[in-house]
């Protein structure tokens, strides 16, 4: 219409403020932000590398060339995901060595960032790390890191992999065929075990390891923080000042190591996956001195995750995995502070301080978050704060948060947790049936964590809406932004490669996206990797989790000729539940957001103050973003509230709202609760199998079950089974 209002679209950029729960505009209103992590390509240098050879490790052009940036950051645009992780490590900064900077990344970082301007985009930069070191079997830290503390990483890591003080075979190119996750059990793994706990309490359990420093001698935990804040420091002087930039996140999945271990002897079986060929601490400490020991080996099993099938001889060639030029000489760390000791008579290891990780020199119980932990965030936070940032940090993923006082918070501080649905990723499959695992590592009965057919959505909304009131109970009115949530595309062993019917990844795609929309939180979808491959997934552990790629896109575009080169959703997956509508900014506070995507309906509701607007101004318009993609001109239906007005602007996707109310509502001054629906009708569908349905499915079968075992008792005299009745 000529005479329609001209009403201009927000742009994303760090000039967002916080207020209470919420990230607001310069008009005040609430702004939902949603996007994807670019990337996981980011956790993997360029070319083929051995662990050996880190200092020459490159990173430049990761996640993907800047001549390929536009098209990446308008596809991302256009499915509505205008807020991006940028995923980046602390090697691709550092590799060289320590305080050598890769001055060529950072320029590059620089420019991908400027780039996303253009597109009305907004980033944070995360520090990502996974297992602390590509170099022990993840992502993250510069091997120099591990080196200064002893380890031995010669012959592409040779007796990491020996001493099973690290699990290699992920990082080191290609595809695990049939593996299905034993990455995660770095974590409890020598190297990375070691490597956090020096990090974040070396002063207090490893004081005697000192490392030389310009000249001096300083301990290892200072050794390491200081090079991670300097690394910092140049990452924030690089790019802090960009419009781009929102914040900035401290590390990705920060993990304790030992710290807070009650015994030496074991891992917690229900924190910590138990796969595969599995040591103890002790047992892990004994192997990496070089002594051969047999340990547990963990297979998949049912009803409990994992048992123990067998026992394996690990180290059979008694080689150690610290270094002779190491500071200690080749002596175990932990050997030295007096932890443990290898029996002779025994052979065998020993526990000398069996609870050595839970207590200080002076017998005071060491806690994780606010011995270690807290003070790291706010002294980090002081370096980012400088260019006026948000901050965001997190604990270890999928666990409740904990106690964070206020004065342990920084200024400008977003909680920003991570979630997985922990069953599907273990078992990379997701059908009729799903677990609440939050629930059962609490004590749940198991009938009370399982979910039937579409009941996934109430299972996933529990569990999100769970963590969300804990944390809003431990911090109050605080931003939360989930840094990572996603699922593997390759569920069901790879069937959906094979047919083409990907119905369990929407359905688990759309339960989640619908759960983070319930909580109304911020989140990052994992992940956003045009490097993925079907093949070999997304180059990293066996991980498959991007739903677009650039391989697919040329496989689509082959087949629909050049008239398709101008479509960006060539190559991706899942887009019938990624791209939906949803309320970018609110002149009002949010009270209700869900999208149902079989039917097309938008359900939103928030309240504002009455105003009178019967020409709109740009702080009482509500902003939603309308995708093309389900809502076509004249083929959906809509409804507004009294008193509402509203605009679509189909070329732009949007549905602009406000309210031009009367007099005696403004005088009264009293808020108001607003509606917004927006559906198509011609998707409207009955609702599909749910919980009830599964239930009353299970009661008719076991009934039926009993009819047809007293029929056959009838017939034959004999029945299946004989119940004893008193």
């Known amino acids: 219409m000529s005479d329609a209002p001209d009403i201009p679209t927000l742009r994303l950029s760090s000039n967002l403020k916080l207020l209470g729960r919420h990230f607001i505009d310069e008009h005040g209103r609430v702004v939902h932000l949603r996007g994807a992590n670019v990337g996981a390509a980011s956790k993997v240098p360029n070319g083929a590398s051995k662990i050996h050879e880190h200092a020459q490790a490159e990173y430049t052009g990761r996640p993907f060339p800047l001549s390929e940036a536009a098209e990446h950051w308008a596809r991302l645009k256009s499915w509505g995901l205008s807020f991006i992780r ?25 420019e991908l960032l400027k780039s996303m301007a253009e597109f009305g985009l907004v980033a944070y930069v995360a520090i990502h790390q996974d297992v602390w070191s590509r170099y022990c079997g993840g992502s993250g830290a510069p091997g120099w890191t591990l080196e200064a503390a002893g380890f031995d990483l010669s012959d592409d890591g040779d007796k990491l992999d020996k001493t099973s003080a690290a699990f290699l075979d992920g990082v080191r190119g290609g595809r695990l065929s049939g593996e299905r996750g ?42 390491l923080q200081d090079a991670f804040i300097g690394m910092y420091q140049k990452l924030v002087d690089a790019v802090g000042d960009l419009d781009t930039v929102l914040g900035f996140e401290i590390m990705n999945e920060p993990h304790p190591g030992y710290i807070g271990l009650p ?12 796969l595969g060929a599995y040591p103890s601490p002790l047992q892990g400490f004994a192997l990496g001195a070089g002594h051969t020991t047999s340990v547990p080996y963990y297979a998949r099993s049912f009803p409990y995750p994992t048992r123990v099938s067998k026992r394996v001889t690990a ?48 017998g005071k119980n060491v806690d994780f978050y606010e011995r270690c932990y807290f003070p790291f965030v706010r002294r980090w936070a002081k370096v980012v704060g400088r260019k006026g940032r948000k901050v965001m940090a997190e604990v270890v993923p999928n666990e409740f948060c904990p106690e964070w006082p206020e004065d342990a918070r920084p200024e400008g501080f977003v909680y920003a947790p991570h ?55 431990k911090l109050g009115e605080v931003p939360i932004v989930f840094g990572e949530c996603g699922m593997p595309i390759d569920l069901n ?12 990844q929407a359905r688990m795609m759309d339960a989640l996206i619908s759960a983070m929309e319930h909580a109304f939180v911020g989140f990052n979808l994992w992940t956003y990797n045009p490097a993925n491959r079907d093949d070999i997934g997304d180059n990293w552990n066996a991980e498959n989790f991007s739903w677009y790629s650039d391989d697919n896109r040329r496989k689509a575009l082959a087949l629909a000729g050049d008239k398709a080169d101008s479509d960006l959703d060539a190559g991706a997956r899942l887009l019938d539940v990624i791209v939906r509508p949803y309320p970018i900014a609110t002149a009002g506070t949010p009270t209700e957001l869900s999208y149902d995507a079989r039917s097309a309906r938008l359900t939103y509701r928030f309240s504002s103050l009455p105003q009178a607007q019967p020409t709109p101004t740009a702080p009482h318009v509500t902003e939603i973003f309308l995708p093309s993609r389900h809502f076509q001109p004249g083929q959906f239906r809509y409804h507004v509230s009294a008193n509402g007005r509203f605009m679509f602007d189909a070329a732009r996707e949007r549905m602009f709202v406000w309210f031009d109310d009367g007099p005696a509502d403004v005088q009264r001054g009293k808020k108001m609760l607003r509606r917004v629906d927006v559906w198509v009708p011609a998707r409207e569908t009955k609702d599909g199998w749910g919980q009830a349905d599964a239930w009353m499915l299970v009661v008719l079968v076991i009934a039926a079950a009993f009819v047809a075992n007293e029929v056959r008792r009838h ?12």
């Open 86 to 110: 940028i995923n980046v490590t602390w090697d691709a900064i550092e590799h060289a060595g320590h305080g050598q900077y890769d001055e060529a990344y950072l320029t590059y970082l620089r």
């Open 493 to 504: 062993r790879e069937e959906a490669f094979r047919t083409g019917d990907w119905k369990w």
């Open 715 to 726: 017939l034959t005299g004999q029945a299946w089974v004989d119940f004893n009745v008193m």
């Open 315 to 362: 180290n059979p060639t008694a080689v150690s995995v610290w270094s002779p030029s190491s500071p200690l000489a080749g002596a175990c760390v932990w050997e030295t502070a007096g932890v443990w000791a290898w029996s002779a008579e025994k052979v065998a290891p020993v526990a000398l301080q069996e609870d050595y990780f839970t207590k200080d020199r002076a």
């Open 419 to 473: 979630w997985y649905d922990l069953h599907a990723l273990f078992s990379k499959q997701f059908g009729t049936v799903t677990v609440d695992v939050q629930s059962l590592s609490r004590g749940a009965w198991l009938h009370k964590a399982l979910y039937f057919g579409t009941s996934v959505k109430k299972n996933y909304a529990k569990q999100i809406l769970t963590l969300v009131v804990e944390a809003r109970r």
């Open 263 to 274: 015994s030496i002897r074991e891992w917690n079986y229900n924190t910590d996956l138990h």
């Open 182 to 223: 034993l990455w995660p059990t770095g974590y409890q793994k020598l190297a990375c075990a070691t490597m956090n706990t020096l990090f974040w309490a070396g002063d207090i359990f490893a004081p005697q390891l000192k490392v030389q420093r310009a000249g001096k001698s300083v301990g290892i935990q200072m050794y």
